[in-house]
């Protein structure tokens, strides 16, 4: 392909990509396909001759759409939200153009500095402390991560280096090894699956915080856990706290687990993977109150932000508690500028408040938890297995898409507004379709 055809076929590209955007209210929501559908339409190895471009994207409508979940589908209210706009895929063309790898700043320095100051910007945005900032000689600063997982991986590896090296200066004699075996970090015990991967890969202990009655971590369970790990001779190091869980959106408190942890001397890290996005509202901002207790802050600009993923934005106070934990300078990466000190759309909640109200109206349904943001958890009064049985109809019929959690020992479902072009009417469409197949699972329920 030369520029000529380049041209042409990227309009093309454009057109298909304009016209998926305008029809997805059309498509199934959630594919009706079986696992392994995919290989037996397509050759068991790579082809010898390039198939022609008109062929690809027929391919593309015939063979792959018919798998995809449609993520930015209005009636898509699944999981959380995945964030797209057309300027964030023009900004994702001219990225792949340039094509240039910014793991330095001589690697390319309008990479490495464009990201220090947009950091810089969307942390004034939420209204963080000075001390996450890059700008006037601040210690602190922010980096793009590819996802909330990773910051929480990164945020504990580098607590883990920072508790050896000053352990190890207080006494020299002790060896990382024997440091390693006594480390322990917590979360509250509905906290994401990943705090836990971060706690395995890191090789440290990981204590699940018992939550209060609106699903939050509270300083009582955090003080008595740590009063007892450390009379059996364990080293607590490492505490995440989360604003907006993914099973409820419940709300750590961070002003009290805060004071604790700078007390003890705990690395604090803040997961708003999901909820971060709404501090830029000044309604939403109490709920980041605390954070001035943190070492690090994350959360996802590529959920609510209009930001294709993966773009998971990450603060610390000390950088320098990063680049000293992950430094490797080979020869071919040394460069004499690396110490320079660089490193949406809010009517979901007004739509899922909307939902809640019509839930509410409903004697048969049953709110499971403080709707606050985007995400409502709701169910019919009842057993788990006529809620179970009413999730399988919903996503069995695929006009809408759902899925569960467990709060506690309540199977509960998630009605999440995710789609940028979601509106009330689609709300509403959503509601009576569940009501209607709620209804057919109490009759036979009855019968």
């Avoid at 909330?148 to 060896?175: C, D, G, M, N, Y």
């Avoid at 099973?247 to 009290?256: K, P, Q």
Wanted: aromatic fraction near 10%.
């Amino acid at each position: 392909m030369n520029a000529s055809e380049f041209r042409r076929r990227g309009k093309e590209m454009v057109d298909y990509m304009a016209n998926y955007m305008e029809g997805i209210e059309g498509r199934q929501v959630y594919p009706d396909v079986e696992p392994g559908y995919l290989r037996p339409l397509i050759p068991a190895a790579a082809p010898q001759e390039p198939d022609t471009f008109e062929d690809i994207i027929n391919d593309v409508e015939k063979i792959i759409m018919p798998g995809v979940t449609h993520w930015h589908s209005p009636y898509f209210f699944a999981y959380f939200p995945t964030a797209s706009s057309y300027p964030a895929m023009l900004a994702d063309m001219l990225c792949g153009a340039i094509g240039c790898i910014g793991f330095s700043w001589a690697a390319s320095p309008a990479c490495t500095e464009l990201e220090t100051v947009m950091m810089d910007w969307l942390g004034k945005m939420l209204e963080l402390p000075k001390a996450f900032l890059n700008e006037k000689a601040g210690e602190g600063g922010g980096v793009i991560q590819g996802s909330a997982s990773e910051a929480t991986l990164v945020a504990l590896l580098a607590a883990r280096t920072k508790v050896i090296h000053r352990l190890q200066a207080a006494s020299p004699e002790l060896t990382q090894a024997a440091i390693m075996e006594k480390l322990v970090a917590y979360s509250s015990d509905q906290a994401h699956s990943s705090v836990e991967r971060a706690g395995l890969i890191g090789g440290v202990k990981l204590k699940a915080i018992p939550s209060d009655g609106n699903f939050a971590m509270r300083a009582s369970a955090l003080q008595e856990a740590l009063e007892r790990d450390k009379a059996a001779g364990l080293i607590p190091f490492f505490m995440v706290a989360t604003l907006g869980t993914t099973t409820c959106c419940s709300f750590d408190n961070l002003l009290e687990v805060g004071p604790i942890c700078n007390k003890e001397d705990i690395w604090l890290h803040v997961d708003a993977a999901y909820a971060g996005s709404a501090f830029i509202c000044p309604e939403f901002r109490h709920l980041l109150n605390g954070v001035e207790f943190a070492d690090s802050f994350n959360f996802n600009p590529h959920k609510w932000l209009l930001v294709n993923f993966d773009c998971s934005a990450m603060w610390v106070k000390k950088r320098t508690d990063l680049t000293g934990a992950f430094r490797l300078d080979p020869t071919y990466l040394k460069h004499s500028h690396q110490d320079s000190g660089l490193i949406t759309d809010y009517r979901h909640v007004q739509l899922s408040h909307e939902f809640e109200s019509l839930v509410r109206q409903d004697p048969r349904f049953e709110i499971c938890v403080e709707v606050i943001l985007g995400l409502v958890c709701f169910r019919l009064k009842g057993s788990n297995k006529v809620n179970e049985a009413l999730l399988q109809r919903i996503n069995s019929a695929k006009k809408i898409h759902l899925v569960p959690c467990h709060l506690r020992d309540k199977f509960v479902l998630r009605f999440a507004i995710c789609s940028r072009t979601v509106e009330s009417a689609h709300v509403q469409r959503a509601w009576e379709h569940i009501k209607e197949l709620a209804a057919d699972v109490l009759r036979a329920e009855r019968e």
